[in-house]
């Protein structure tokens, strides 16, 4: 799912097909094979297999057709994690403290992506 940049008018008029023939020029491969837009205004793109959407999420040069500010939606999950000592994550250091959690549990970034604590 993408959220929609700055497009014009025009852009945000378009239908699936052309969305698709959009987004297809700025991939080498065409791995787009539907998009449509939703009531949000958010874009749903489908992909030839997951590991075309794997690489789509991995690069942004493919957002363009979609104006300026697009943005991929990844699905994210609320974890509740308890036996946790506060003291020893800085909250305010988010980069820091998540590099602290995977140090202290190796086996979890081939597996978790976290985005944010709080």
């Known amino acids: 799912m993408v959220a929609g940049g700055n497009e014009t008018a025009e852009e945000k008029r378009r239908n699936g097909k052309e969305l698709v023939e959009d987004l297809n020029k700025g991939i080498e491969e065409k791995e787009v094979m539907a998009a449509r837009r939703l009531p949000s205004g958010d874009i749903l793109v489908t992909t030839a297999s997951r590991e075309a959407r794997v690489k789509l999420q991995e690069s942004t040069d493919w957002l363009q057709a979609l104006g300026a500010g697009a943005k991929v939606k990844r699905r994210t999950y609320v974890v509740l994690a308890h036996g946790i000592r506060l003291n020893q994550l800085d909250i305010g250091k988010q ?16 597996k ?4 944010s604590i709080a």
């Open 112 to 115: 978790v992506n976290i985005l």
């Open 95 to 110: 980069l820091e403290a998540i590099a602290a959690i995977y140090k202290q549990n190796l086996g979890l970034k081939a």
